[in-house]
């Protein structure tokens, strides 16, 4: 079995796979006060409650995009696993031309190749997270790049932090659009708002790309943009986690 993760800005995805599919997945906070000793026990735990034998982990893949837990996670990897993780970043052989300048971008590379492998290109890939962040993929699978934006979380935490009089409210779409009263035009404007911005850039995206670009979405919050816009195609919760596996098969050998 493979064991991949996901590590964010915000939270960490856990995922055990056996071959290509994966059979449990777990989220946690990225805590780098965490030692190395308290994360595998967590994992452990996981595992644990899900009948899963972590003997049998032959191999694990890390997307991180934060350096500090990148290096407990090593640590914790070479103790208890005994074998050396697979860090994805833009120095492997991915067997594609990566056109960004930024090694970190783990997440959004796994992103792109996962979304590749199952969709073909050009391919357009919205990752609801702390940012919310636009992947592009060339029509022969090659990372062109991409957006970076505000997510939809942390635009209204800044909004609250910024405004003492403006109160913290649950991202879900209002009624109506012209709100009554703060929470609801707060929730509008969020709301609403990414809706529209992810219409526009799509649009913007397309029209450097040709209008065929296909467009698929991954992130907590993906499914709930995508009931409200047709320019997303699907959603895939697990993205991050099929792309480190497919990296993982490509440059570390097969579990």
């Known amino acids: 079995?493979?064991?991949?993760?996901?590590?964010?800005?915000t939270h960490t995805v856990v995922g055990i796979f056996r071959g290509e599919h994966l059979v449990a997945d777990w989220r946690m906070a990225s805590a780098t006060h965490r030692t190395a000793?308290?994360?595998?026990?967590?994992i452990k735990s996981f595992c644990g409650d899900a009948g899963i034998n972590t003997a049998d982990i032959r191999g694990v893949g890390i997307s991180s995009v934060v350096p500090d837990f990148t290096g407990i996670l090593e640590s914790?990897?070479?103790?208890?696993?005994?074998?050396?993780?697979?860090?994805?970043?833009?120095?492997?052989d991915l067997g594609i031309t990566?056109?960004?300048?930024?090694?970190?971008?783990?997440?959004?590379?796994?992103?792109?190749i996962?979304?590749?492998?199952?969709?073909?290109?050009?391919l357009i890939i919205i990752d609801f997270g702390t940012a919310t962040t636009y992947d592009v993929v060339s029509e022969k699978g090659d990372y062109l790049g991409g957006v970076i934006t505000l997510g939809l979380e942390s635009s209204a935490a800044e909004l609250h932090r910024r405004a003492a009089k403006l109160?913290?409210?649950?991202?879900?779409?209002?009624?109506r659009v012209v709100g009554k009263e703060t929470a609801s035009s707060i929730q509008a404007g969020i709301m609403f708002g990414s809706v529209d911005a992810v219409e526009g850039m799509v649009r913007r995206i397309q029209n450097e790309l040709g209008s065929?670009?296909?467009?698929?979405a991954t992130g907590g919050l993906s499914t709930v943009i995508a009931q409200q816009t047709r320019v997303i195609e699907a959603?895939?919760?697990?993205?991050?986690?099929?792309?480190?596996?497919?990296i993982y098969e490509k440059v570390g050998g097969k579990t």
């Open 235 to 246: 959603c895939e919760p697990s993205l991050v986690l099929e792309g480190v596996r497919l």
């Open 37 to 42: 000793d308290e994360t595998w026990l967590t």
């Open 167 to 175: 109160p913290k409210v649950e991202l879900r779409f209002p009624h």
């Open 114 to 122: 996962a979304g590749f492998a199952k969709y073909g290109g050009p």
């Open 212 to 216: 065929t670009t296909r467009v698929i």
């Open 1 to 9: 079995m493979l064991l991949a993760i996901d590590v964010g800005n």
């Open 98 to 112: 990566v056109g960004y300048a930024d090694p970190t971008a783990a997440d959004r590379l796994c992103n792109a």
């Open 76 to 92: 914790m990897v070479r103790k208890y696993i005994k074998v050396d993780p697979v860090i994805v970043d833009a120095s492997l």
